[in-house]
């Protein structure tokens, strides 16, 4: 079946520590989008790419950075920068205008 | 950034009641979409709204497009314990694949 994948389900991450977080697409989707939600609140953007080897920063980069090197493929770093980043972090793609799909989230805890 | 005023943030109801809730916002979109979000999980899409006016359905679920595109009803009849979750609107502006967030109505069923 297509859809996006994300990986893993739950990720702990120390003081001072890098973290990545996987989104796979097979939908053959141009476009991907990684958001952050915090209890209670909505979806906020951290960075989309609209092709390959593109990437820009959405509403609250600071922190975070990405790759686009497949089009199928869109991690998410979560750096030592990002001082409070217990979140639930979901991955989303498109083609054209239509609506986005998203996948089912990471969610990421400090130790 | 901008998100969308959605309202009501919460609702606690009786199984079989029909349930209301809308999101505006003070700009013009182009593309108006209802998501539906299960605890630990990604919000999957809804209904799908592209033309001012439109009204849609989509099993007992019925959505309307405001006709001067800045707002947007959600309307759920005959409730079921099945419909708890966290209901968010999306807007997307005439050029672009961004999307704006309400935050979210969170809904309960009491059976």
């Known amino acids: 079946d297509g859809g996006i994948t994300q990986s893993p389900k739950y990720l702990f991450r120390k003081e001072g520590q890098n973290v990545t977080l996987s989104c796979e697409q097979n939908?053959?989707?141009?476009?991907m989008y990684w958001y952050r939600q915090d209890p209670g609140q909505g979806l906020r953007l951290i960075y989309y790419?609209?092709?390959?080897?593109?990437?820009q920063k959405g509403d609250i980069a600071e922190g975070y950075s990405v790759s686009r090197e497949k089009k199928e493929s869109f991690p998410l770093t979560v750096t030592s920068a990002q001082k409070n980043p217990t979140a639930f972090y979901l991955c989303?793609?498109?083609?054209?205008?239509?609506?986005?799909?998203f996948g089912d989230g990471t969610r990421l805890s400090i130790l | 950034g901008q998100q969308l005023n959605q309202s009501p943030q919460s609702m606690f109801i009786q199984e079989g009641e029909d349930v209301s809730m809308n999101c505006t916002s003070s700009?013009?979109?182009?593309?108006w979409l209802w998501y539906k979000q299960d605890p630990g999980e990604g919000p999957v899409l809804l209904i799908a709204?592209?033309?001012?006016?439109e009204l849609t359905s989509n099993g007992r679920l019925t959505a309307q497009f405001g006709i001067t595109r800045k707002d947007s009803f959600l309307n759920i009849s005959a409730s079921i314990p099945s419909d708890v979750g966290i209901y968010f609107c999306?807007?997307?502006?005439?050029?672009?694949?961004?999307?704006?967030f309400g935050g979210g109505t969170r809904l309960m069923v009491k059976p």
């Open positions: 989303a793609s498109s083609v054209s205008r239509q609506p986005q799909h």
């Open positions: 709204l592209y033309k001012a006016g």
């Open positions: 999306a807007g997307q502006p005439e050029a672009g694949n961004m999307l704006t």
């Open positions: 790419s609209q092709i390959v080897n593109d990437f």
């Open positions: 939908l053959n989707h141009d476009a």
């Open positions: 700009s013009i979109f182009n593309t």
